[in-house]
C-alpha cells in the first residue's frame, strides 16, 4: 500500500517560516514528479509547487521567491515557506506522480493534508 504522509504544518505568525515534509512509503517502484498544493475555505485546490526527478522546479506566482521545494532522495519532499501571509493559509497537500509495484502504472497520490495558519 502507497502512502504519502505530511509534517510540519501549523500556527506562525506573518513574515515567519514553516517547513513542510512529505514521506512516500510502500511497495513504490518509481516516483516522478512531487509537488504540493494547497486548499483554502471555500477555494479550489492551486498547485504550489512542483519538484521532477531530475530536480526541475516549478512555482505558483504567488510564492515565487519566497517558498522552495526540494528533494533528497526518491521519495522524501519538502516545502521551505519564508515570509509567510495570512494568506498562505490553508490545508497543504502533498502529491506524487508513481508507479507502485503492484501494476507499474503511473497514478496520482495524495498526502492526507496538513493545516498551515498564518495568523497574528
Known amino acids: 500500500q502507497v502512502q504519502l504522509v505530511e509534517s510540519g504544518g501549523g500556527l506562525v505568525q506573518p513574515g515567519g517560516s514553516l517547513r513542510l515534509s512529505c514521506a512516500a512509503s510502500g511497495m513504490i517502484w518509481s516516483i516522478r514528479d512531487m509537488g504540493w498544493f494547497r486548499q483554502a475555505p471555500g477555494k479550489q485546490r492551486d498547485l504550489v509547487a512542483t519538484i521532477s526527478s531530475d530536480g526541475s522546479t516549478n512555482y505558483a506566482d504567488s510564492v515565487k521567491g519566497r517558498f522552495t521545494i526540494s528533494r533528497d532522495n526518491a521519495k522524501n519532499v519538502y516545502l521551505q515557506m519564508n515570509s509567510l501571509k495570512p494568506e498562505d493559509t490553508a490545508v497543504y497537500y502533498c502529491?506524487?506522480?508513481?508507479?507502485?509495484?503492484?501494476?507499474?502504472?503511473?497514478?496520482?497520490?495524495w498526502g492526507q493534508g496538513t493545516q498551515v495558519t498564518v495568523s497574528s
Open positions: 502529491n506524487a506522480d508513481l508507479s507502485p509495484y503492484s501494476d507499474y502504472r503511473y497514478k496520482y497520490y
